[in-house]
């Protein structure tokens, strides 16, 4: 099953300027597909394989000098020391297009890329499908919401007819038992998975470092590295309060979200998706799904993420406000399927305060999409059309 990728068009925008172009995202967000679509011709190299490892490591200009004219490298981050001897290459060669570098683990790819490619190299960051991409305009008419959360968007649940939960079971067993030793020196794997699943039971919610602490039965200090380790390998998005042009008091806490609605689901325990019609998260996992949503939409055109929330000390919350210089795009979710007044409320209040420009945008369950009272009502399977 080809599923194109809406980020394709950056890709080979880029390869036009740079000479290396890093991608970056989760395992299993279709980094691999993508290049070998998009570049067929280049050298194919894994550094998972443990040969072709052991070789880049060893004797990394020998190892580059088997590819000439460039290739794609797979999980660069197992080779971090390579790159500074890519940096050599292509400043010798002055050709742009030459090196396709892909890694799923963010802060170790994005540190060494800073040290060694700096200004040589365009970032791309690929998360699982989007709803657009992942469900063609037949299917999306009948798409049913809790259906779409509870099955999430990593490609092979698509391409491979796995069913999610599996998926997800697999998913979680090669993270704990490979990635997490690569990014952490932990032993108690147990007490890590303990941990991933209290933070699914947090997604969309401001995240206590002290009380998630106490939870685990470890530090603050160890639960603030923990939080980092799940950020580096794409498990999670932490989105910063909103502070520009408020003189009110504001919450500084950071809301913890995951990148994929199967993931949360599978950490919750819940079975099917008729659970998520009346599961006491319901609301946090649909702002979740919206998160990312958003979050793909923009990467997929190049753009930083820039996605804030707002709350203040006295209870006044925009889910997310999505800063574009001069202009805010501020967002109100709702999971429920029929339109409120008080769904309003929140925009209305950050418009009255705010200095800046603001675009006014509320996502709600239900399948409406108009303009009422100057904001822009979104059904959920409409998102990524309207920013």
């Known amino acids: 099953m080809k599923i194109n990728r809406d980020i394709a068009n950056k890709v080979l925008e880029y390869i036009k300027y740079y000479p290396v172009v890093t991608i970056t995202g989760p395992r299993q967000s279709g980094k691999t597909t993508l290049c070998k679509m998009l570049f067929p011709d280049k050298p194919y190299v894994s550094l998972e394989k443990l040969s072709m490892r052991r070789f880049a490591i060893d004797d990394p200009e020998g190892f580059l000098e088997k590819y000439p004219e460039g290739a794609i490298l797979d999980e660069i981050q197992r080779a971090p020391d390579l790159m500074s001897y890519i940096q050599t290459v292509v400043d010798e060669k002055d050709q742009t297009g030459m090196f396709i570098l892909t890694g799923s683990q963010q802060f170790e790819l994005m540190q060494n890329i800073g040290q060694s490619l700096a200004g040589r190299t365009a970032i791309v960051r690929l998360l699982p499908l989007s709803f657009a991409e992942a469900y063609s305009n037949k299917v999306k008419n009948m798409a049913n919401l809790e259906e779409v959360i509870f099955k999430g968007f990593f490609p092979r649940i698509f391409d491979k007819s796995i069913p999610p939960l599996e998926a997800m079971s697999s998913y979680v067993s090669t993270y704990l038992e490979r990635d997490l030793r690569l990014l952490i020196n932990i032993k108690d794997l147990s007490g890590f998975e303990v941990f991933l699943k209290l933070c699914a039971g947090r997604t969309g919610q401001m995240i206590n470092m002290s009380h998630l602490a106490n939870d685990c039965g470890v530090s603050h200090n160890t639960i603030k590295s923990w939080l980092s380790i799940l950020e580096t390998s794409f498990l999670i998005k932490?989105?910063?309060?909103?502070?520009?042009?408020?003189?009110?008091?504001?919450?500084?806490?950071?809301?913890?979200?995951?990148?994929?609605?199967?993931?949360?689901?599978?950490?919750?325990?819940?079975?099917?998706?008729?659970?998520?019609?009346?599961?006491?998260?319901?609301?946090?996992?649909?702002?979740?799904?919206?998160?990312?949503?958003?979050?793909?939409?923009?990467?997929?055109?190049?753009?930083?993420?820039?996605?804030?929330?707002?709350?203040?000390?006295?209870?006044?919350?925009?889910?997310?406000?999505?800063?574009?210089?001069?202009?805010?795009?501020?967002?109100?979710?709702?999971?429920?399927?029929?339109?409120?007044?008080?769904?309003?409320?929140n925009l209305y209040f950050f418009e009255k305060n705010s200095t800046l420009k603001t675009k006014s945008h509320l996502i709600f369950a239900g399948k409406e999409n108009h303009f009422q009272n100057k904001v822009k009502v979104i059904s959920w399977d409409k998102i990524s059309a309207n920013f």
């Open 238 to 345: 932490l989105t910063r309060p909103y502070y520009r042009n408020f003189n009110k008091r504001l919450v500084k806490t950071p809301k913890l979200y995951f990148l994929d609605t199967a993931l949360v689901c599978y950490l919750l325990g819940i079975q099917n998706p008729e659970q998520l019609e009346t599961h006491p998260l319901k609301g946090f996992i649909f702002e979740t799904y919206v998160l990312m949503e958003l979050l793909k939409n923009r990467f997929n055109k190049g753009l930083s993420d820039n996605i804030y929330y707002f709350r203040d000390n006295t209870g006044n919350e925009v889910d997310f406000i999505l800063d574009n210089g001069q202009q805010l795009d501020i967002v109100e979710v709702k999971a429920g399927k029929t339109i409120n007044s008080d769904f309003f409320k």
